[in-house]
């Protein structure tokens, strides 16, 4: 029996795996699963489950998670009572985690080159998305995620030695590329990529690489490249011999002909990181999790499922998208495409849906001369490439149903995930989307997740302050997230000054704002403020004017000589941007920062 947490967590009985239901049900497995053999005490598990707000009855919704455990596990002794708490016992079970150190320690010792790529690539296939990556979030747990992604790193940076050892370098390539953009101060890694790219003719490829880290060190650390990277580069210079690909030797002693390739099928995994927590969104991860049982869950014969995540701008709807579909990526074997269709985006326009089907076509391994010209003929293909398969597309940042119409997988067992700032109505009615509109959190989440980037002693330190940044940041996460990291950036000053900034003469989308277009609220509005048409945009600055904080579609239409009517249709196209929320009554007023942002509009008309 295999208990694997290299991904979402489940369980494997022979071959054949078996889904563990129940959020907490799989935390509590995971937590046992991560010290196999040892006794875990009742009062971490119910940490560890309920995030240090567990119920009364938490002790016997414990038991019970127990119980239900040991029948899955298929022995009531797998899972054993001790008097501080349980253990789970290694005797019948073990995880992928443990297989991949034994294999990794066998690596090691293997002197064989051949042996030592086999053991890691078994290894490395282990790994089906982030560890442990659909449980509830907690400290703990987040650590082991980030131990068990060390452990992969590990492996990884063996493999491509190994691989380089052998002349394998061409291969390596693209995954060495992505690694350098998730840990672009690695110099050894950038060190492999140059010397790849080297061995394969890209010199001028390899020196620009090497140019790029360069500058990245001397600007953001104030530091040069090692020894190592100086030394490669002298050696690239020169054409050194001792950088040239290995040459295999046959028993002839001639240069052995590489051995036939034969290709294997990509499974695209192009699923971005996890940005961090998710504080609250319980609720709508369940909706989430529910809705995708309701449509089949990638189960063969089902239909299609589509699901929608609509809300205000900053509300966080990428980072939830993200983090539900790594939390599932595991139930669809044959891949996550994801496309960031800039329907909202700081510059440039929108992507065309034509180039979107380009690039994934180009994810699905279709060769540049198989992708057809025409929308039409490209969406057959990408629907054809679909049939038969459990894969998952997620939509992101989508300007309206239009952009994503001919994207969607037609494939029973297919899912595909949209997310926009818009209403999505439309798939709703014609394609029977399932829409999750995505409100601002609540007070005691959006502190939560102060406390969560700051720490819970800085925050209750300066209780008053931290409620101040709290109110004024209205329960939107990106919001949340600046002061965040404006606060983080200096440690040593009170979060006093930063409210009072908030607070004080400068208007606070000066302060809310990290310098950059991806994370600056005021850039964030206007991209919304700009898909508006003219009446619309005018009715949105003439609402920042006023005192009062809401207004029926009557008062609008009489304060600004529009018909009642016309009046309704704007509101209607604010509200189904986000810009504008409803209230009891027919009444509709803009949430605090957009307030502040419409206001700023008036002034400068």
């Not at 019970?64 to 054993?80: D, F, K, M, N, P």
């Not at 969607?408 to 439309?426: D, F, I």
């Amino acid at each position: 029996m295999t208990i694997r947490l290299l991904g979402p967590l489940d369980v494997v009985l022979g071959d054949t795996p078996r889904y563990v239901s129940g959020l907490r049900r799989k935390t509590v497995l995971a937590a046992l699963a991560l010290r196999v053999g040892e006794v875990i005490s009742s009062d971490r598990l119910i940490d560890v489950v309920w995030d240090g707000r567990s119920p009364a009855t938490a002790v016997n919704t414990l038991q019970s998670h127990i119980s239900h455990l040991r029948g899955l596990l298929g022995a009531r002794e797998s899972i054993v009572t001790r008097p501080s708490g349980y253990c789970l016992v290694g005797e019948n079970v073990v995880t992928d985690a443990q297989i991949i150190e034994r294999l990794i320690g066998q690596a090691k010792q293997a002197t064989d080159p051949g042996e030592r790529s086999a053991h890691l690539k078994t290894a490395l296939s282990m790994w089906r998305g982030r560890p442990l990556g659909d449980l509830s979030p907690h400290p703990w747990l987040d650590e082991q995620a980030e131990r068990l992604e060390r452990v992969r790193l590990v492996a990884v940076n063996m493999f491509i030695d190994v691989q380089l050892a052998l002349g394998e370098h061409a291969g390596l390539i693209p995954e060495m590329e992505d690694l350098t953009h998730q840990h672009p101060f690695d110099e050894d890694l950038h060190r492999k990529l140059i010397l790849a790219l080297y061995r394969t003719g890209r010199q001028a490829d390899a020196l620009l690489v090497l140019h790029r880290l360069r500058l990245r060190l001397k600007e953001e650390l104030g530091i040069v490249p090692g020894r190592p990277l100086q030394v490669l580069e002298e050696a690239i210079l020169r054409h050194d011999a001792s950088i040239d690909p290995p040459v295999a030797v046959g028993t002839a002693g001639r240069a052995a002909s590489p051995a036939p390739r034969h290709p294997t099928p990509i499974v695209p995994a192009q699923l971005p990181p996890r940005g961090g927590r998710i504080i609250g969104r319980l609720t709508e991860l369940g909706r989430l999790d529910r809705a995708l049982t309701r449509g089949g869950g990638a189960g063969a014969g089902s239909p299609a499922t589509i699901l929608a995540i609509v809300g205000a701008p900053g509300a966080g709807k990428t980072a939830l998208a993200v983090h539900w579909a790594q939390r599932v990526a595991g139930r669809f074997p044959d891949g996550q495409l994801y496309v960031d269709l800039r329907g909202f985006a700081p510059s440039g326009p929108a992507v065309a849906t034509e180039d979107a089907l380009r690039g994934l076509l180009d994810a699905l391994a279709v060769p540049p001369d198989g992708i057809p010209a025409g929308l039409e003929a490209r969406a057959g293909l990408y629907r054809s490439l679909l049939a038969g398969k459990r894969i998952l597309v997620v939509l992101d940042n989508a300007r309206d149903a239009a952009q994503v119409r001919a994207l969607l997988p037609g494939s029973p067992g297919c899912v595909a995930l949209v997310t926009s700032r818009t209403q999505m109505t439309s798939l709703v009615v014609t394609e029977g989307a399932q829409q999750l509109s995505l409100d601002l959190l609540a007070r005691s989440e959006a502190r939560a997740l102060l406390a969560s980037r700051l720490g819970e002693e800085r925050v209750n330190a300066e209780t008053g302050p931290a409620e101040a940044i709290v109110e004024w940041c209205g329960g939107l996460p990106l919001a949340l997230a600046i002061a965040a990291a404006r606060a983080a950036a200096y440690p040593s000053r009170p979060l006093s000054r930063l409210a009072a900034e908030i607070h004080g003469d400068r208007p606070p989308l000066d302060v809310l704002t990290c310098g950059d277009p991806t994370a600056d609220l005021r850039a964030a509005f206007s991209w919304s403020y700009r898909s508006l048409s003219a009446d619309a945009a005018d009715l949105f600055r003439w609402l920042g004017s006023r005192s009062d904080h809401d207004v029926t579609v009557e008062t609008a239409a009489e304060s600004t000589g529009l018909r009642v009517h016309h009046t309704r249709s704007l509101i209607d196209e604010l509200a189904g941007a986000h810009l504008l929320t409803r209230r009891p009554g027919d009444r509709y007023a803009l949430p605090g920062l957009l307030r502040a942002y419409a206001m700023e509009l008036w002034l400068r008309r």
